[in-house]
T-cell receptor
Framework: AQRVTQPEKLLSVFKGAPVELKCNYS??????LFWYVQYSRQRLQLLLR??SRESIKGFTADLNKGETSFHLKKPFAQEEDSAMYYC???????????FGEGTQLTVNP | NAGVTQTPKFRVLKTGQSMTLLCAQD?????MYWYRQDPGMGLRLIHY???????AKGEVPDGYNVSRLKKQNFLLGLESAAPSQTSVYFC?????????????FGPGTRLTVT
């Protein structure tokens, strides 16, 4: 069975500090991984996906198959990055996403 | 385009009452999903649909039923609400195009069962 784990429920950093949100997964096939973000009182939206290898709002994430991880990183956090972040994994068929428990990031001034 | 919309935005039910949540999308998406969001548990899939007239169970389907009579609509029903169903419910949809797995989410429905 596939599983996504985000070990930190809460993460607090100061503005300008680096931030890393951890995501580990278990899946027997070839995974597709995503990060979704939910700003306060807004709907979830896709932040980035591993296959596109792009940087969105300064965030990057690298799939490490050896460590089965897909950590989200940003070198200099901004206050507007404060939000709930979810890591998600897609089955090979793409019909379903499995979400992690979420990490609430707070960036303090 | 409105994207994914949900009706209602808020609802309070008494234990044992029934209700239907409506999700609508105007993107001609094949796939539609219902999730519930609870603190510390992330999003859990309740039911989903891979096309008009089809439905399938997700991780936590008990106590819920769904219907997809029209491609653009996906209804979630609670026949006899329980306090454990107090949650925020999100609907999502995505294209059926192979390799395009991005899901688009609605604004959520906050349900309280007393």
């Amino acid at each position: 069975a596939q599983r996504v784990t985000q070990p930190e429920k809460l993460l607090s950093v100061f503005k300008g500090a680096p931030v890393e949100l951890k995501c580990n997964y278990s899946y027997s096939g070839s995974p597709e991984l995503f990060w979704y973000v939910q700003y306060s009182r807004q709907r979830l939206q896709l932040l980035l996906r591993h296959i596109s290898r792009e940087s969105i709002k300064g965030f990057t994430a690298d799939l490490n198959k050896g460590e089965t991880s897909f950590h989200l990183k940003k070198p200099f956090a901004q206050e507007e990055d404060s939000a709930m972040y979810y890591c998600a994994l897609s089955q090979a068929s793409g019909s379903r996403l499995t979400f992690g428990e979420g990490t609430q990031l707070t960036v303090n001034p | 385009n409105a994207g994914v919309t949900q009706t209602p935005k808020f609802r309070v039910l008494k234990t044992g009452q029934s209700m239907t949540l409506l999700c609508a999308q105007d993107m001609n998406h094949e796939y539609m999903y219902w999730y519930r969001q609870d603190p510390g548990m992330g999003l859990r899939l309740i039911h989903y649909s891979v096309g008009e007239g089809t439905t399938a169970k997700g991780e936590v389907p008990d106590g819920y039923n769904v219907s997809r009579l029209k491609k653009q609509n996906f209804l979630l029903g609670l026949e006899s609400a329980a306090p454990s169903q107090t949650s925020v419910y999100f609907c999502a949809s995505r294209s059926g195009t192979s390799g395009n797995y991005e899901q688009y989410f609605g604004p959520g429905t906050r349900l309280t069962v007393t």
